[in-house]
């Protein structure tokens, strides 16, 4: 599933940061309950990589 900025974190957990495209740029680590970071450029998404404590 796809998260964008500013959206609620629904599980804590590592995101990938993608781009449009689907090229992964970064990671992040995020809290459940949190809203998602800002990203980098527009148009980005958040994706989980692996879900954490």
């Not at 964008?4 to 940061?17: A, E, K």
């Not at 495209?21 to 980098?40: L, R, S």
């Amino acid at each position: 599933m796809k998260y964008t900025s500013g959206q609620i974190v629904p599980q804590s957990g590592i995101y990938g940061v993608y781009t449009s495209n689907g090229v992964k740029t970064n990671e992040a680590t995020c809290v459940k309950g949190e809203p998602f970071p800002p990203t980098p450029a527009p148009n980005m998404y958040y994706k989980m990589v692996r879900a954490t404590r």
